[in-house]
């Protein structure tokens, strides 16, 4: 053992003494609760620094066996001991490892590899804690938070190029993901899709929006397109029980007909969130329907708005999904039509988009198609009224293809693009959208692939895979020193 492995030892056994003192000693008896929980922590961090570094140190002291090779089996010769910082979540521990090298070839340190060290100086596990605060809060906040925990501070910069170079395998991670157990699956496949905007920096490209949301200004976005794919248990309701969910009567109100229980859950939820258009969405979307294909999945159901791009690109699935236009969107056009008609504050409003519904759901779209032209042939309407009536029909017929919600009701289908449409909204939007924020195209990506497998609940497994594939392309093979599951998974990668 070194002399600075002793004096390093020496002052780990005082402080630690130090700390007993501190809650048994006269003094205790005057401190009160958060006192000394705060000093125990701020001290076990400097113990856990002292540690980590005697670990080191220690670690680094037995000069490896010669000789030692490069990957084409050139002989590398000893030089000296070469010095490293390690900036951990105990902050930065230095220290000085054996380096080999020969002419002409990139030296290396053969105790990087047994540690399995990062490419950067920032530690594996320091990178973990505050990406995973950055996909839900800003790098500001989110370094505030470290700083104000672990009092160590790290530059924003720093930050984003880790979060774009650990987003690197979340592609292969999802290739190589496990599918629930059939006997968990549900049924029915289904896969969603919509699309949203992030704002961009001015010196990005962006793409025209196919449309604004309600309220949303004009601004330069880059459209995410935004998929999701879970299965689900069938889940019959008759096209009143729709109605009465959606539209209940003010007597109705808190009333169901179902408890929330009875309701299937999705199974094996993913989504993801890409800005490089809908064939790279769209290319993902497929492996992973692929991936979740048997013989347990009886029905197979795509859902989205009425956008025509993403109905062609669903259409084109494989297994031959059927599209089903979200009835969410089909009720707006519905109440478009009875403003146009009646007006926001007409007391029968309601119940006129209440019983058109009920012929919608019950299979009858055609039957407010012709009730809706027939009402455009009044002429004390206003020119206004009859492009919004028209507006709805047209909606009506080029979707009717997707609008057998009888069926689709009977067989147990969801009709409703909420789960996209909640990855829209929390993926995207509450992310991406905060106050000022504007991003590049790769910033951008990143942080969403990132937040996508914090959302799916992926991150732990997501950061194993990661540093698992992050240690073959540094050092190669899988080490001896690696913990046994992660060599299995490397081994199998190979």
Sequence with gaps: MSSNSELIIHQLRHDFQELIE??????????????????????????????????????ASVRPSEPVYTSDETELKYVDKRPTTYFSVFGKIRFRRHYFHAPGHKGVCPLDAELSLPPRCYSDLLRDWVEHSATNESYTESLRGLNRILGISVSKQALETGIQEDAVDVEAFYEQKETPSTEHEGSILVVQA???????????????????????????KKEAVVTAIYTIAPYERTPQNVVDALLPKQEETGKTSKSPSQRPAPVGKEVRATLEGKDAAFACLTRRVTQREGTHIQHRVA??????????????????????????????????AANALLGETHPQRTDWVRERLLHILSGQTMTVIQELENAMTDTSLSLAQCETLQTTVGYYRRNSPYMHYDQ??????????????????????????????????????????????????????????????????????????????????????A
């Excluded at 859902?303 to 089903?324: C, Y």
Aim: positive net charge.
């Design 194 to 220: 919509d699309g949203k905007g992030v704002p961009m920096k001015r010196d990005e490209p962006a793409v025209k929006a196919a449309r604004r949301g309600k309220g949303q200004k004009r601004a330069k």
């Design 22 to 59: 501190y809650v048994t000693g006269e003094g205790a008896r005057s401190r009160i609760a958060y006192e000394v929980e705060s000093t125990l922590f701020r001290r076990l961090l400097a113990l856990g620094a002292l540690l980590l570094r005697l670990f080191f140190i220690e670690r």
């Design 303 to 336: 859902l989205t708005d009425g956008a025509e791009p993403l109905q062609n690109r669903m259409i084109e699935l494989p297994s031959q999904f059927t599209l089903v236009l979200d009835i969410i969107h089909a009720i707006e056009y519905l109440w478009n």
């Design 408 to 493: 689709y009701l009977h067989n147990g289908w969801p009709i409703g693009t909420g789960v996209v449409e909640g990855a829209c909204g929390h993926l995207v939007k509450d992310r991406m959208e905060q106050s000022g924020m504007r991003w590049t195209k790769q910033g951008a990506q990143s942080l969403l692939d990132l937040r996508a497998v914090r959302i799916n609940d992926d991150w732990n497994a997501y950061q194993r895979f990661h540093r698992q594939q992050q240690h073959q392309r540094l050092y190669g093979p899988c080490s001896v020193t690696l913990p046994a599951p992660e060599c299995r998974v490397l081994a199998q990668a």
